[in-house]
């Protein structure tokens, strides 16, 4: 399984990122899909989730200005991000647990500030 997470950058407060995250290797029709976050001295957290039928769970933080869907003809997981904060600045992964083992992507560097 391969998770390869893009679309990172640098914003100002009040601006949009989207990230993408192709996955490989893996049945995407059944895998359930997440988005986690770390930022410096904090623990990792999980953002948004994204089952195989859609059902989909955001942390209380990001309820209302961030969005996880699948491009399903790119095998890819989807985060669109708006109303960005300073507090989203972190380094966000892409993740599944599939058939008991937990893959992670590389990681991608969002940083918000004016």
């Known amino acids: 399984v391969q998770l390869q997470a893009s679309g990172g950058g640098s914003v100002r407060p009040g601006g949009s990122l989207r990230l993408s995250c192709a996955a490989s290797?893996?049945?995407?029709?059944?895998?359930?899909m997440n988005w986690y976050r770390q930022a410096p001295g904090k623990e990792r957290e999980l953002v948004a989730s994204?089952?195989?039928?859609?059902?989909?769970n955001y942390a209380d933080s990001v309820k209302g200005r961030f969005t996880t869907s699948r491009d399903w003809k790119y095998r890819t997981l989807l985060l669109q991000m708006n109303n960005l904060e300073p507090d989203d600045t972190a380094i966000y992964y892409c993740?599944?647990?599939?058939?008991?083992?937990?893959?992670w992507g590389q990681g991608t560097q969002v940083t918000v500030s004016s």
């Open positions: 993740n599944t647990f599939y058939r008991g083992d937990n893959f």
């Open positions: 290797g893996l049945n995407f029709k059944i895998a359930t």
């Open positions: 994204i089952t195989s039928a859609g059902d989909t």
